[in-house]
């Protein structure tokens, strides 16, 4: 099973980058698909995550919709749009995958350890 992650970079207060997860030897269907961020010197944080069917959870300024998950399940690849990015939003970015329920994941989406994969992460500079 392979998670490849891509699409960070140096962007400067207030541009957008858009992630992409593409994923390889395992049942996309089957997974939920989510995004984690970690800074330095900070634990690794949810960011957003989707079922297959599309239900979503976002909890980076989740009322502003900074940020917003998608995924297409036809090239097995899962998209974290970031919008109006601040220098906090600093961190190297990875997407994991979850073979948990849904009624599971939407209780455990926070957990590490409730993934089965990670991809190797892609790292955003957001400059001031």
């Known amino acids: 099973v392979q998670l490849q992650a891509s699409g960070g970079g140096l962007v400067q207060a207030g541009g957008s980058l858009r992630l992409s997860c593409t994923a390889s030897?395992?049942?996309?269907?089957?997974?939920?698909m989510s995004w984690f961020r970690q800074a330095p010197g900070k634990e690794r944080e949810f960011v957003a995550g989707?079922?297959?069917?599309?239900?979503?959870?976002v909890t980076v300024d989740s009322e502003k919709g900074r940020f917003t998950i998608s995924r297409d399940n036809t090239k097995n690849t899962v998209y974290l749009q970031m919008n109006s990015l601040k220098p906090e939003d600093t961190a190297a970015y990875y997407c994991?995958?979850?073979?948990?329920?849904?009624?599971?994941?939407?209780?455990?989406?926070?957990?590490?350890?409730?993934?089965?994969?990670w991809g190797q992460g892609t790292l955003v500079t957001v400059s001031s």
């Open positions: 994991a995958a979850t073979s948990s329920s849904s009624s599971v994941w939407f209780g455990a989406h926070r957990a590490l350890t409730d993934y089965d994969y």
């Open positions: 030897g395992l049942t996309f269907s089957s997974y939920v």
């Open positions: 989707m079922t297959w069917s599309g239900v979503s959870i």
